[in-house]
């Protein structure tokens, strides 16, 4: 099925996640005239960028049941408005109270995001697929994120920081009509969806066909949730370094500036589209040969081992390039686990898959909420910007460590129903 309408939906969450990141990333760049111009210090800078993360987390569960109970198409047209308002709106600011709300408010919106596109994907991706989908969607996010810092260097000499934030926001208001108006919550609800495609669909999405799925409550059961989450912090707390404090990192730790920053500030994302490809397609072809559940692992496990590593080598080198491109490396070793994640949270919640998807990213989140405060207290109290680096690396050890527990056969339905 070449032309088969679930890879149209696919190409459209590629855009939704592209402009997820879009929106997440530019501020990063954006700090220093944010910063410059608002008289910030680098603790209210980290601050701002946690209120972002508070929201993400606090609303995440809530926003997944919305998506498992009203559809994806719906909620994610609604909180693509609200979140790109709050973008166009963050032009408006002018001091740091009112910073910090447009961001804890953007957030709120960006909460619904990724677990509204789990619950697509548990509806219209057969579940041999899931894997290479989640890797593909992953993939347009980091590389929109990793573009990020280039794009924002690019206009940013004909455009103030407010306006390029009005700019970004009006993109995601394209997007949420155009989804509202094309895509379809079920696929036999589609009109373009042929009855084979549909057929096919049904009977390899893994979804039970029994009316009582039981309680979402079951996803707070089920065991193999708990280490989802616990690799979940891991990922996002490194994530939220790259996209929030890595520019100032290389500028004032490593003395970058100009085209090699902008470079060096998008390389770890740059280099995730290529990690997020390989293990969203390589976890599914390496379970047709082991088991779902050993290749999951395998590339849980490795992924995270392989980024402690480089993230801890970067601390022992003086030079920029090589601390840059090491941290890189390990920011793109990090992501090779998050499509087996991501694929594991949909199979393991089944109808309940925007809740379980939902959760695991809650948890997550709170990585992302502490991660710019621990870097601005540690350098603020030490000036020593090694040290964080070495809590990273500590942080990606642990994960890999919750991999080993990971079970992606296990089901929240079951439980729900006994």
Same mark, same amino acid.
């Not at 049941?65 to 609200?82: M, T, Y």
């Not at 924002?152 to 407010?162: N, S």
């Not at 155009?178 to 009977?203: C, M, N, Q, T």
């Not at 100009?258 to 397609?281: C, H, M, V």
């Given at each position: 099925?070449?032309?088969?309408? !679930?890879? #149209? /939906?696919?190409?459209?969450?590629?855009?939704?996640?592209?402009?997820?990141?879009?929106?997440?990333?530019?501020?990063?760049?954006?700090?220093?005239?944010?910063?410059?111009?608002?008289?910030? =210090?680098?603790?209210? %800078?980290?601050?701002?960028?946690?209120?972002?993360?508070?929201?993400?987390?606090?609303?995440?569960?809530?926003?997944?049941?919305?998506?498992?109970?009203?559809?994806?198409?719906?909620?994610? =047209?609604?909180?693509?408005?609200?979140? =790109?308002?709050?973008?166009?709106?963050?032009?408006?600011?002018?001091?740091? *109270?009112? %910073?910090?709300?447009?961001?804890?408010?953007?957030?709120?919106?960006?909460? &619904?995001?990724?677990?509204?596109?789990?619950?697509?994907?548990?509806?219209?991706?057969?579940?041999?697929?899931?894997? #290479?989908?989640?890797?593909?969607?992953?993939?347009?996010?980091?590389?929109?994120?990793?573009?990020?810092?280039?794009? /924002?260097?690019?206009?940013?000499?004909?455009?103030?920081?407010?306006?390029?934030?009005?700019?970004?926001?009006?993109?995601?208001?394209?997007?949420?009509?155009?989804?509202?108006?094309?895509?379809?919550?079920?696929?036999?609800?589609?009109?373009?969806?042929?009855?084979?495609?549909?057929?096919?669909?049904?009977?390899?999405?893994?979804?039970?066909?029994?009316?009582?799925?039981?309680?979402?409550?079951?996803? +707070?059961?089920?065991?193999?949730?708990?280490?989802?989450? /616990?690799?979940?912090?891991?990922?996002?707390?490194?994530?939220?370094? +790259?996209?929030?404090?890595?520019? *100032?990192?290389?500028?004032?730790?490593?003395? %970058?500036?100009?085209?090699?920053?902008?470079?060096?500030?998008?390389?770890?994302?740059?280099?995730?589209?290529?990690?997020?490809?390989?293990?969203?397609?390589?976890?599914?072809?390496?379970? !047709? $040969?082991?088991?779902?559940?050993?290749?999951?692992?395998?590339?849980?496990?490795?992924?995270?081992?392989?980024?402690?590593?480089?993230?801890?080598?970067?601390?022992?080198? &003086?030079? &920029?390039?090589?601390?840059?491109?090491?941290?890189? $490396?390990?920011?793109?070793?990090?992501?090779?686990?998050?499509?087996?994640?991501?694929?594991?949270?949909?199979?393991?919640?089944? !109808?309940?898959?925007?809740?379980?998807?939902?959760?695991?990213?809650?948890?997550?989140?709170?990585?992302?909420?502490? =991660?710019?405060? /621990?870097?601005?207290?540690?350098?603020?109290?030490?000036?020593?910007?090694?040290?964080?680096?070495?809590?990273?690396?500590?942080?990606?050890?642990?994960?890999?460590?919750?991999?080993?527990? $990971?079970?992606?056969?296990?089901?929240?339905?079951?439980?729900?129903? &006994?």
């Amino acid at each position: 099925m070449k032309f088969a309408v !679930r890879n #149209r /939906v696919v190409v459209f969450t590629m855009a939704l996640a592209a402009v997820t990141y879009l929106d997440r990333v530019c501020i990063a760049v954006l700090a220093p005239k944010i910063s410059a111009e608002l008289d910030l =210090s680098r603790v209210q %800078m980290g601050y701002i960028f946690s209120a972002f993360a508070v929201a993400y987390a606090a609303f995440g569960v809530p926003a997944a049941w919305w998506a498992d109970r009203d559809g994806a198409r719906r909620v994610l =047209s609604r909180v693509v408005v609200w979140w =790109s308002a709050f973008t166009m709106a963050t032009a408006l600011a002018w001091n740091f *109270t009112s %910073m910090v709300v447009i961001r804890f408010l953007f957030g709120v919106g960006e909460a &619904g995001a990724w677990p509204s596109v789990a619950r697509v994907y548990s509806r219209w991706i057969p579940l041999a697929e899931r894997g #290479r989908i989640q890797g593909i969607f992953f993939a347009g996010a980091h590389l929109s994120g990793g573009l990020t810092p280039l794009v /924002v260097a690019a206009i940013a000499g004909w455009l103030e920081w407010r306006a390029i934030f009005v700019v970004f926001g009006l993109v995601g208001m394209v997007w949420a009509v155009g989804w509202y108006a094309w895509f379809r919550d079920e696929p036999r609800e589609h009109k373009s969806v042929s009855a084979e495609e549909r057929d096919h669909i049904e009977a390899t999405r893994g979804l039970s066909t029994k009316r009582d799925q039981g309680s979402w409550l079951a996803v +707070f059961k089920t065991p193999t949730v708990a280490p989802l989450c /616990v690799q979940a912090f891991a990922n996002s707390y490194g994530f939220y370094f +790259f996209i929030t404090w890595l520019p *100032t990192y290389l500028a004032q730790g490593h003395g %970058m500036k100009g085209a090699e920053l902008a470079i060096f500030s998008g390389l770890p994302l740059i280099l995730s589209f290529i990690a997020d490809l390989t293990g969203g397609e390589g976890s599914d072809k390496l379970a !047709r $040969i082991i088991s779902l559940r050993a290749a999951r692992r395998a590339f849980g496990v490795g992924g995270y081992a392989l980024a402690a590593t480089a993230i801890f080598l970067a601390t022992q080198l &003086g030079s &920029g390039f090589s601390a840059g491109l090491l941290i890189a $490396i390990g920011g793109a070793c990090s992501m090779l686990t998050l499509a087996p994640a991501w694929a594991s949270a949909v199979d393991v919640g089944g !109808r309940h898959a925007g809740v379980t998807a939902g959760v695991m990213n809650t948890v997550g989140q709170v990585g992302g909420i502490l =991660s710019p405060l /621990v870097l601005a207290y540690l350098v603020d109290a030490t000036n020593d910007w090694n040290l964080p680096l070495l809590v990273l690396a500590g942080i990606y050890a642990v994960a890999g460590v919750a991999w080993l527990t $990971i079970n992606p056969d296990q089901r929240v339905e079951a439980r729900g129903q &006994g």
